[in-house]
């Protein structure tokens, strides 16, 4: 299933992982794409099984809307959304 509009997309390297640089920047780049480009909403998708993923989003208020079967992979929808 496809999902349209603006989607977050990162990776770090593993030897990166764990020092918050994840957070810091989906932070920065939600803020970004609501405060300079005006976006109402973002989402993500990101593997079930990447819990610090899910953690990351979670935590900067992206919430789990679906899960999705796409060739074979599963992965987690996951969207912000400013309030009005």
């Known amino acids: ?6 989607e977050v997309v990162y990776a770090l390297d593993p ?29 993500a998708t990101v593997d079930p099984a990447n819990v610090p993923s899910l953690a990351v989003l979670a935590r900067l208020g ?4 679906q899960d999705i079967v796409e060739d074979g992979a599963h992965t987690r929808h996951l969207v912000h959304r400013i309030q009005p």
């Open 15 to 43: 030897a990166h992982w764990g020092r918050g640089l994840g957070t810091e920047l989906v932070a920065v780049l939600t803020a970004y794409a609501h405060d300079t480009l005006g976006l109402d909403e973002l989402h």
């Open 1 to 6: 299933e496809r999902i349209d509009g603006w």
């Open 62 to 65: 992206y919430r789990a809307e």
